[in-house]
């Protein structure tokens, strides 16, 4: 009973934080959970399992103040999805070593560029070839898709062959290759993170690894992460968020260099 407190504490930090700049936080999970001795099977399945939690929680909130747009999730998460594919495909064209310096990197470049300023640009909307309309609460932008397409595809190629569901790379790609705003961002991420983490969860759950013992405690302390990071989330200031997304993806990035040269 202890243990699953201290984990429980451990894990509600970390849906709190997640949540808030619009990640998953699959990893962390999986590696709290394998550090209290669960089995990485049992691991993986609780992990997605209240991933998936959490991001509903979170997109309920969001959803409440309209900052989720359902035609941009759709757009970004079948296009990556299906980059995705390729980059896991062709993965194995790189050794473990290089995909984890590839990985660093792309959190490292995903943190830099959160924190180069965006001006709101106002432009004409009217229809153009290449461009749609993305409505957020109450106000309408121009997705430029001869740049947002490229981007979302090798966002999702690179996401593949490191093996995650994008999280950390998403928010990123709506802020600076959209255009949308960090909220919505971090809104529109949770809807994306919760479908590929039930996916997950169902691929594992159909094996037999799902433990309800203790995935069902954990998944209740990470809705009410959710919940939680998710009312921070609108009640902080967006530069605020973007330096939190920042820090967390080079904290995460060091982590990773570290683990390729030491393991």
């Known amino acids: 009973?202890?243990?699953?407190?201290?984990i429980g504490a451990f894990i509600f930090v970390v849906a709190v934080l997640m949540t808030m700049v619009g990640k998953g936080g699959g990893n962390f999970y999986v590696v709290i959970l394998v550090m209290a001795g669960i089995p990485m099977h049992q691991a993986a399945t609780t992990g997605q399992f209240i991933?998936?939690?959490?991001?509903?929680?979170a997109m309920v909130i969001f959803q409440k103040n309209k900052s989720v747009s359902w035609s941009l999730?759709?757009?970004i998460g079948s296009t990556t999805s299906l980059a995705a594919l390729g980059g896991g495909y062709f993965s194995h064209l790189f050794s473990g070593f290089m995909l984890k310096?590839?990985?660093?990197?792309m959190l490292f470049a995903a943190g830099a560029v959160m924190l180069v300023p965006v001006k709101k640009k106002e432009e004409n909307l009217k229809d153009r070839f290449g461009t749609i309309k993305i409505k957020s609460n109450g106000e309408i932008y121009g997705v430029n898709l001869w740049i947002a397409l490229p981007v979302t595809i090798l966002t999702g190629v690179g996401s593949g062959m490191v093996g995650v569901s994008g999280g950390s790379f998403l928010v990123p790609l709506m802020v600076i290759a959209c255009g949308i705003p960090m909220h919505t961002a971090v809104g529109t991420a949770s809807t994306l993170i919760a479908a590929t983490a039930f996916m997950g969860f169902f691929g594992h759950a159909i094996q037999g690894d799902f433990n309800p013992s203790?995935?069902?405690p954990l998944?209740?302390?990470?809705?009410?992460?959710?919940?939680i990071g998710g009312r921070f989330a609108l009640k902080t200031k967006p530069k605020s968020l973007k330096?939190?997304?920042?820090?967390?993806?080079?904290?995460a990035a060091v982590f990773m260099v570290i683990n390729a040269f030491h393991a």
Request: proline letters at 0%; glycine letters at 4%.
């Open 243 to 251: 330096r939190l997304f920042a820090y967390t993806n080079w904290l």
């Open 1 to 6: 009973m202890d243990q699953i407190i201290i």
């Open 51 to 57: 991933l998936f939690a959490a991001s509903i929680a």
């Open 214 to 216: 203790w995935a069902i």
């Open 219 to 227: 998944a209740i302390i990470t809705i009410a992460g959710g919940v």
């Open 73 to 75: 999730a759709l757009l």
């Open 101 to 105: 310096l590839i990985f660093a990197f």
